[in-house]
């Protein structure tokens, strides 16, 4: 199948070589944009800044994202993941915050919102204080539904919780 694609989509060429766990694939090439020649109409890059959205976090709340692999739209399969180390029901957290909290690494923990409960056990991440991850899909029960990117129009895949010790 991945022959296929390769052929039926040439900018895929090279994903038909994928055959075990860590290879990997650039699409478009080993480097996107080489010679600083971008797909645009005058081949030149183009930036702008984009207002950050306002953050609606309560006292006591924290921001979740969801963790799904090596790349935005891979899963990881492993029970534990391959980067870091967290086994599939870590919520990776910030350690200021889990002193703050009195969590220490392992610590089971309940995250709560007006969707669901997760069950979860701590791990310490350099992640920004407030911020909390957790994997995909165990996580889902807590992600609301149907809400999308105004601009994008992708799934929004967070949400804000509370934690509970236990």
Not at 32 to 40: E, G, H, V
Not at 126 to 154: C, S, T
């Amino acid at each position: 199948m991945r022959e296929e694609i390769a052929r039926v989509v040439p900018f895929y060429d090279g994903f038909q070589h994928l055959r075990k766990t860590g290879d990997n694939y650039q699409y478009g090439g080993p480097h996107l944009c080489a010679d600083w020649k971008f797909p645009t109409p005058d081949g030149k890059s183009h930036f702008r800044a984009v207002p950050l959205p306002g953050a609606s976090r309560k006292d006591g709340e924290f921001e979740v994202s969801t963790r799904r692999g090596k790349q935005f739209n891979t899963l990881i399969y492993a029970e534990i993941d391959p980067l870091n180390g967290a086994p599939r029901d870590a919520v990776l957290m910030n350690p200021d915050d889990a002193a703050r909290l009195h969590l220490a690494n392992s610590d089971p923990v309940l995250l709560k919102n007006e969707m669901g409960n997760y069950r979860a056990r701590v791990f310490l991440a350099p992640i920004a204080p407030g911020n909390l991850q957790v994997h995909w899909p165990e996580g889902n029960v807590i992600i609301p539904r149907g809400i999308y990117d105004k601009a994008g129009g992708v799934p929004d895949y967070n949400t804000s919780v509370t934690i509970e010790k236990g």
